[in-house]
């Protein structure tokens, strides 16, 4: 709770750093100028556009964290999202935008249907994740700036949670740079659901119909971004951007199987706190008027050990006015977490204890391609779809595991 306190009072302090009597001034003697009628039709509520987005998920491996780090992990996901956008002026021109998103994903896991074997299917398999978020901004081109709050939710089968952020940016005089701050809090709820073969004799196994008694725990995250980007030239522009981040809670699984060296079996056990540290640096570069360069760097370190490197190459390129293709590519590499080892290979002497790969070191690729039109007539000649988007992308990891996504985005303005 002291770190929501504190990124409000930045955030506040920020704020009250303004010029605010300057201001008044200028608005007040500019507002002497309007007419009301006119200014009643600017400040009517406008849409501006709307995006839908489905896409198709698809993996398969072979060290589940469930099992203890070997078994399927099989998993396809089917994702939709609804995103809605409105606009309107207030009466010192300041530009108020509205957001309202919802989003929808239905999947299955293999899995998750190992927590409980012993049933033909556990409740766990398959899912469905609900998560709606709102937000609302105000940017003020008399002062250069832009400021804005969201709540977000979501919920699936074992867990809850919410989200607040605030942000605030500001922009440079010339308008060639910007500075920009974002807070947030994320407050989860999550259900402490155990394999079978581990549960307590009176400890209800977390299904439908069965969960009177079951320990929920908390597990909350507290966010903070950091960046500033600015216009090199008519070419090219830079971002550089920090983003520390801290975690309380529980931070394990509690179905995610260990196997010790003696053979003997318990459940994922990590600290309770997680310190992360992103820094990252994003570039734009405009060859000319068909191509486009967007290159980013991200390096990552957090207190648990585990230190990662991500170089992402995207290339737009304008095959006509109102078609492009846009193939991108993405390799990271990671080192472990302290307290990662693999099936069976864990002393019952540790403190804590992981074989869930995704704490593990290995390096990944992502790679594939967009295709965007974008025609002046809209799409299939309704005016108002703006452009339609299609991506495929392949994921691979070095310790075996595969993924393919397609996604198709539609904008309406």
Known sequence: MKKVILAIGIYCSLLHGLKAQQVF???????????????????????????????????????????????????TDLAN?????????????????????????????????????????????KDTHIYPSIAWSVKDDLLGTTQGLAYSYSTEYDYKSHGFTASFAKLSKNKNTEWSFKGGAFLDTYMA????????????????????????????????????????????QV?????????????????????????????????????????????????????????FYRAYIDDWGMAAHTANLEVPYKISPFFSISPFYRFNIQGKVDYFKAYGQHATTESYYTSDYDLSSFTSQFMGVGLRLSPPGGIASLINWNSLEVRYGYYSRSNGMIGHSISMSIKIK
Do not use: C
Not at 27 to 40: C, G, K, M, P
Not at 207 to 236: E, M, W
């Open 81 to 125: 999202s609804l995103e809605l956008r409105f606009s309107k002026l207030d009466r010192y021109n300041r530009t108020h935008s509205f957001t309202a998103d919802f989003n929808i994903d239905q999947y299955t896991s293999a899995s998750s249907d190992k927590i409980d074997p012993l049933t033909i299917s556990s409740a766990s398999r």
């Open 193 to 236: 659901i155990l394999p079978s073969e581990l549960r307590p004799s009176t400890y209800p196994s977390g299904a439908h119909g069965d969960q009177k008694g079951i320990d929920y725990k908390p597990r909350n995250s507290f966010n903070a971004s950091f960046a500033v980007s600015q216009v090199i030239n008519q070419r090219l």
């Open 239 to 295: 971002m550089a951007i920090i983003e520390p981040s801290f975690q309380e809670g529980l931070l394990s699984t509690p179905f995610h199987r260990v196997y010790f060296t003696n053979g003997n079996e318990t459940v994922e056990k990590l600290p309770g706190t997680r310190f992360k540290l992103p820094v990252g640096f994003r570039l734009s570069y405009f060859m000319g008027d068909n191509t486009i360069i967007r290159a």
């Open 25 to 75: 001034y200028s608005r007040s003697h500019a507002q002497e100028f309007l007419n009301d009628s006119t200014e009643y039709s600017k400040r009517k509520l406008k849409f501006e556009e709307a995006n839908i987005v489905t896409g198709y998920y698809d993996q398969d491996g072979n060290n589940s964290a469930i099992t203890g780090g070997i078994g399927t992990e099989k998993l």
